[in-house]
């Protein structure tokens, strides 16, 4: 399989803090997806970004495939940012499966 | 559009029952696929399914598992024989692959379903 590390597992930040979340991964890959899961356990989709950068609002993401990291910012977080976030990524020889990471565990506090 | 839906969302079973779970994914998805989350990790794949064609499966499969997707519409897993190891979080997702493309397209996931074997 394809090896996927988060970091920091687990980050904590007061409300309105910067913050970045990295994905590297051991493989070359052909997709890669950033997801956040609410408590109730429903994944969403965030960014859909093989390669390049991306903007949606206070979150943006960069996937640099050729040194095989990925980074997800969040700018001037909220209580409802916090949740688990997922890096998945899609290896390059493969057309379907997505390998998952064990997630940042991201509390932000009022 | 209302997006990937299963059902049921929770089921609790008794080890040795056999459970059945339902996936509807977005209407023009012609992929599918079905995930297991078990508590602190991410999600594993299990299956995934082009229309009806089962693709690949995972070595997490075991022979108690058994997927279909008949129409190529919504899929169905079942796990015959529970066990207290297959507690965990089955979840549904989809996405529409173009004629012979190679990428796998932008997966999007059902809310899942919960079992638990007592």
């Known amino acids: 399989g394809i090896q996927v590390e988060q970091s920091p597992p687990d980050l904590i930040l007061q409300e309105g803090a910067n913050s970045t979340l990295r994905c590297n991964f051991s493989d070359s890959v052909n997709n890669l997806q950033w997801f956040h899961q609410n408590p109730w356990g429903q994944l969403i989709n965030l960014f859909y970004?093989?390669?390049g950068t991306k903007q949606n609002g206070r979150l943006s993401a960069t996937t640099v495939a050729t040194e095989r990291y990925s980074l997800l910012y969040i700018s001037s977080s909220q209580t409802t940012d916090s949740g688990v976030y997922f890096c998945a990524v899609v290896r390059g020889s493969t057309l379907g499966r997505l390998y998952f990471g064990r997630g940042t565990q991201l509390t932000v506090w009022p | 559009d209302t997006g990937v839906s299963q059902d049921p969302r929770h089921k609790i079973t008794k080890r040795g029952q056999n459970v059945t779970f339902r996936c509807d994914p977005i209407?023009?998805?012609?992929?599918l696929y079905w995930y297991r989350q078990t508590l602190g990790q991410g999600p594993e794949f299990l299956t995934y399914f082009q229309n009806e064609a089962q693709l690949e499966k995972s070595r997490l499969l075991s022979d108690r598992f058994s997927a279909e997707r008949p129409k190529g519409s919504f899929s169905t897993l079942e796990i015959q024989r529970t066990e207290q190891g297959d507690s965990a979080m089955y979840l549904c997702?989809?996405?529409?692959?173009?004629?012979?493309?190679?990428?796998?397209?932008?997966?999007?996931f059902g809310p899942g379903t919960r079992l638990t074997v007592l």
């Open positions: 970004i093989p390669s």
């Open positions: 997702a989809s996405s529409f692959v173009p004629g012979l493309a190679l990428q796998g397209g932008e997966q999007f």
């Open positions: 209407s023009e998805h012609n992929r």
